[in-house]
């Protein structure tokens, strides 16, 4: 059976995946003691299914993991209707995609700046560092409201809090994790406690005037919800962006596109970097009552994993799945999720994307890529390290 921690299967899953979706049906892994579902049929049935839930399990002890529990108990993703819904709906108005589209000229802007300080920098950058992850995370932070100055502080607490989304998460990440919880929400409470005295044009005030004038988001819930999006707000797009990118360059006609149409083919090439090479890979859901995917009873207490990048390389769904192809059309890809916790961001990413990847090719036609990127050691969020490129 697969293991997830393999460096050999994390650097090319797909052929395993496939060799999982030939089975047909869920499939039961001793090991982690879950169902794993890798058919696009039955991944999407796992996330629609109203008996399977996203259940958060504290950790203990509760006083070394209090702060890293809370910002999960008490956050949009990991909690379920009726306290799902309250907090999501709290947040949802600042994601519509009318609101996101007023985005555009300030996304525009510091893709301007980003690309000036590539050129300034003259022939060589880390597509990375330098492009795929300051965008999103200056986006977000600017939604946010959170200081510019601290910008640097976001990366570095999501990774270690999002480590613990791996399978079987080393002591090393466990440590991280907890520290890095401890220090971003006691940030984040200071800033929801000057945000109430001087209130922003930002989303952090907003919420935070919503703690004082009812009771409908508690200061746990409110930090927890600042935590999510600033993670959220970037960790993907980053992975996705990237993985894109290599998987295009390995992809020399797709390449060629890139370099002398990306404008016209930006909305399709956006959807088929997350289909094809996808961010987000482990997605796992606990039945609140006897139920059945794909045929396979699943007993209450189990837990069953929508496999995310296998579900959008099915060929049932998909032509040529395993061929990248950045003008697909229609591409049904659940790269995004769906049922209740479908993204919420969705229309950010892909108005981020869609302004980034055409204006990278369009300030350097001849972009090439250099040495062999380097990729992160985890599948759940699977992504490069850092990816070289240079400039003629
Ligand atoms: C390419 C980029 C992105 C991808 C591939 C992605 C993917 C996903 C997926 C698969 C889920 C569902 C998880 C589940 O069902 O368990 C999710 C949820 C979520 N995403 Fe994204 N996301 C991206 C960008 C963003 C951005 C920019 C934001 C902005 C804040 C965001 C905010 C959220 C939130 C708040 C949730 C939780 C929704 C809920 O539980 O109701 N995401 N995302």
């Known amino acids: 059976m697969i293991d997830f921690k ?160 791996e399978v079987n998460p080393t002591e090393a990440y466990k440590a991280e994790a907890k520290k890095a919880a401890k220090e971003f929400a006691a940030y984040i409470h200071d800033l929801m406690l000057e945000r109430l005295e001087k209130p922003g044009d930002d989303l952090i005030s907003e919420l935070a005037q919503v703690t004082e004038s009812g009771e409908k988001l508690s200061t746990h819930e409110l930090i927890a919800t600042c935590v999510l999006l600033l993670n959220a707000g970037h960790e ?41 090479d996808a961010p987000l890979h482990f997605f796992d859901r606990t039945a609140t009552a006897d139920t059945e995917i794909g045929g396979v009873e699943i007993k209450k207490g189990q837990k069953i994993v929508s496999l995310l990048g296998s579900a959008n390389r099915d060929e049932d769904v998909f032509d040529n799945s395993d061929q990248m192809d950045l003008t697909r059309n229609p591409n049904p890809h659940i790269g995004f999720g769906a049922g209740i916790h479908f993204c919420l961001g969705g229309p950010l990413a892909r108005l981020e994307m869609s302004i980034s990847l055409p204006e990278l090719f369009k300030r350097f036609p001849t972009l090439e890529l250099t040495g062999t990127p380097v990729r992160r050691p985890t599948f759940s969020l699977r992504g490069y390290e850092s990816v070289m490129a240079k400039v003629k």
Request: aromatic content about 10%; hydrophobic content about 40%; cysteine-free.
């Open 236 to 276: 993907a797009s980053v992975n996705g962006f990237g993985n894109g990118i290599v998987a295009a360059y390995q992809h020399p006609d797709q390449w060629k596109l890139l370099q002398s149409q990306a404008e016209t083919i930006a909305a399709t090439a956006v959807e088929e970097f997350l289909r094809f």
């Open 6 to 165: 393999d460096i050999h299967f994390i650097d090319n899953p797909y052929p395993a995946l496939k060799e999982l979706r030939s089975i047909g049906k869920p499939v039961w892994h001793q090991e982690l003691q879950l169902f794993l579902a890798a058919k696009y049929s039955d991944a999407n049935d796992v996330l629609r299914n109203k008996s399977l839930g996203r259940i958060f399990i504290p950790r203990s002890p509760e006083s070394e993991w209090f702060e890293y529990n809370y910002l999960h108990a008490d956050s949009i993703l990991d909690s379920e209707p009726p306290k799902h819904t309250r907090l999501r709906s709290l947040v949802a108005k600042a994601f519509n995609r009318q609101r996101i589209e007023g985005l555009r000229p300030d996304i525009e802007r510091l893709t301007h700046q980003l690309l000036d300080n590539i050129q300034a920098k003259g022939g060589e950058f880390d597509v990375i560092a330098d492009y795929a992850e300051p965008l999103p995370v200056k986006v977000i932070a600017a939604l946010l409201g959170f200081p510019d100055s601290d910008e640097y502080l976001l990366r570095p607490w999501s990774q270690s809090i999002v480590k613990m989304y």
